[in-house]
């Protein structure tokens, strides 16, 4: 049987493994990513580029508002590689986001109310169509109030860090533990404590602390949710 197209909101804090997770369920599903962290990273990066930051802390906003005129994201899907690429004025930068720079400086620029709208409106374009299975911090509260299924993954901060670390480390990109640690802890404080649309935990959100399981375990956690969920939609239809 064919179920109903839903919207899968998948929130939760940094490095508790919502890429790889959504991933797999878009996978599964025959759905869409939609990662849009990294959005906020790709104007970030455009930030660092213009030298918006040039002392600690956030940079002041009117000039990230006027730069943010000039800035276009887009995300593409690479058939070649099997994945979507975020695109900052046409120049393709999935790479240089990740890094500890901008990783250090993202949430500042998140917390600007005006980037928010304009990622805010390009996310809800995105999730048109339904089918999609988009993954953040306020997908559930605010960019997709109504999702059929809204996820709130967890895991302890031990266990996010060392995560981190060894995905650095796997890049081949320098990594220090403590630092790693120090950035996450730093951002779960800014994320969650900014005035507009802080990460929390939707009211109808399914939470799930990954600390102490597979993802194969996560999938099938989520195939019960999904099929009670499709149960109840496709049977109002
Ligand atoms: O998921 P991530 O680590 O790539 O997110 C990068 C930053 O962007 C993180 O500090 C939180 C912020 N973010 C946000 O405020 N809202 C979202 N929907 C997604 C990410």
New binding site residues.
């Given amino acids: 049987m064919k179920h109903q197209k839903i919207i899968v909101a998948l929130d939760g804090n940094?490095s508790c493994g919502?890429s790889t997770y959504a991933k797999r369920i878009a996978t599964e599903l025959g759905y869409s990513y939609i990662d849009?962290?990294?959005m906020?990273?790709a104007v970030t990066l455009a930030c660092l580029e213009s030298g918006l930051f040039e002392t600690t802390g956030s940079p002041p906003v009117q000039l990230v508002e006027d730069l943010l005129d000039g800035i276009e994201i887009s995300l593409q899907f690479n058939p070649e590689r099997q994945r979507t690429e975020i695109y900052l004025n046409g120049r393709m930068v999935e790479d240089q986001i990740r890094g500890m720079e901008v990783s250090g400086h993202?949430?500042y620029i998140?917390a600007i109310s005006a980037v928010r709208r304009k990622m805010v409106e390009y996310q809800r374009r995105l999730g048109e169509g339904k089918a999609v299975v988009m993954d953040?911090?306020?997908?559930g509260t605010v960019v997709f109030p109504d999702a059929e299924l809204k996820i709130f993954l967890t895991a302890s901060l031990e266990v996010r860090a060392m995560r981190r670390y060894k995905e650095f480390i796997e890049k081949g990109m320098p990594a220090d533990m403590e630092e790693v640690k120090q950035n996450l802890e730093k951002?779960d404080h800014i994320?969650s404590s900014r005035e507009d649309s802080p990460l929390k935990q939707a009211e109808d959100a399914i939470v799930l602390d990954n600390s102490h399981i597979t993802v194969d375990q996560q999938m099938e956690w989520f195939q019960d949710v999904y099929n009670r969920i499709t149960a109840r939609f496709d049977g109002g239809h």
């Avoid at 953040?136 to 997908?139: A, F, P, Q, V």
């Fill in positions: 940094s919502k849009t962290g990294a906020y990273r993202v949430s998140a953040g911090r306020d997908i951002r994320d």
